[in-house]
Every structure is written in C-alpha cells, then in structure tokens.
C-alpha cells in the first residue's frame, strides 16, 4: 500500500521558520520525482517545489524561492521542505506528491500519489 504521511505543520509568527516532512511507503521513493503543492483558504492547488529522484535538482514557485528549500533522502524515504521567513500568504495545508513522470511537471494531475496534508498557519 502506497502511503505518504506528512508532518510538521503547526502555527508561526510571521518571519519565523517550520520544516516539513514526509514519510513515504509502499512504492521505490528513489525512482520518483517529488513535490510540494499547497491550497490556501478558498482558492485551488498551488504548485511549490519539485525534486527530481536522484535528489540533486530543486525547482522552486516564484513565491517561495529564496525562502523555501527542497530535500529528498533517498535512504530514509523522507522528502522535507524547509520553510524559512514565512508570510502570512504561506498560509495553506501543505501536501507531498509522488510523480513517475522522469522531467519536471507542475501539473499537478500528473502526480500518481498523494498524501493527506498538514496545516501551516503563519499569524501573529
């Protein structure tokens, strides 16, 4: 069964900084390219960041680069996102997508599976 758990979502000042997780299970995580997409309050999914397999090339939205960071261990089967300097229009649930497409899409129908989400609030 294919699972990807998400954590470390939580509540944070606006500047401050959360770092996500997700655990992935049930398919060969080095083999695939993973994501970042996001959904704030009454508005669709937002494309974030993309890692290929090998974990060696990121790609970033133009909202988020400078602030945010992708990561990929392989060995762990864990994809991360650093999130550094958040605003409040970072405010969304945050999910980890699996893709077995081998270039880069932010089309985010193209990704095979999902996780549940975690909630990021950035509020004072």
Do not use: H
């Not at 970033?60 to 992708?70: C, E, K, L, P, Q």
């Not at 649930?93 to 129908?109: G, H, K, P």
């Amino acid at each position: 069964e294919v699972q990807l758990v998400e954590s470390g979502g939580g509540l944070v000042q606006p500047g401050g900084s959360l770092k996500l997780s997700c655990a992935a299970s049930g398919f060969t995580f080095g083999s695939y390219w993973m994501y970042w997409v996001r959904q704030a309050p009454g508005k669709g999914l937002e494309w974030v960041s993309g890692i290929n397999s090998g974990s060696d090339n990121a790609y970033y939205a133009d909202s988020v680069r400078g602030r945010f960071t992708i990561s990929k261990d392989n060995a762990k089967n864990i994809l991360y996102l650093q999130m550094n300097s958040l605003k409040p229009e970072d405010t969304a649930v945050y999910y980890c997508a699996a893709s077995r497409l081998s270039y880069l899409t932010i089309n985010t129908t193209r990704y095979n599976y999902w996780g549940q989400g975690t909630q990021v609030t950035v509020s004072s």
